[in-house]
């Protein structure tokens, strides 16, 4: 059974940088597309950012800002985030699913991590 440890949360003002860790133990990493998502107090779960073999792909309102990418050595995926923006501010949850093209569809994943808080102020 695969499990997601995410880490690198944390509080910033606006315009600042983090750096997001998730590191998968229990398979094989290269075997499961990975995903960053977000959920702001009283807001559904959004897609931010997926990465395969063949690609990456961004929400439109973290594109120019955010850049996912993937460690294999490290079974790692992170998500390295710029120019932060108070709307910003949310759970960021690391998600993984065993195949070759990932979704950007909150449903498609069936492994989650268990969160982890950005905060950004104006």
């Known amino acids: 059974q695969v499990q997601l440890v995410e880490s690198g949360g944390g509080s910033v003002q606006a315009g600042g940088s983090l750096r997001l860790s998730c590191t998968v133990s229990?398979?094989?990493?290269?075997?499961?597309?990975m995903g960053w998502f977000r959920q702001a107090p009283g807001k559904e779960r959004e897609f931010v950012a997926t990465?395969?073999?063949?690609?990456?792909r961004y929400a439109d309102s973290v594109k120019g800002r955010f850049t996912i990418s993937r460690d294999s050595a490290k079974s790692t995926v992170y998500l390295h985030m710029n120019d932060l923006k108070p709307e910003d501010t949310a759970v960021y949850y690391c998600a993984a699913r065993s195949g070759y093209y990932a979704s950007t569809d909150v449903g498609f994943y069936d492994t989650w991590g268990q969160g982890t808080q950005v905060t950004v102020s104006s």
């Open positions: 990465i395969d073999l063949r690609s990456t």
């Open positions: 229990g398979r094989t990493f290269s075997r499961y597309v």
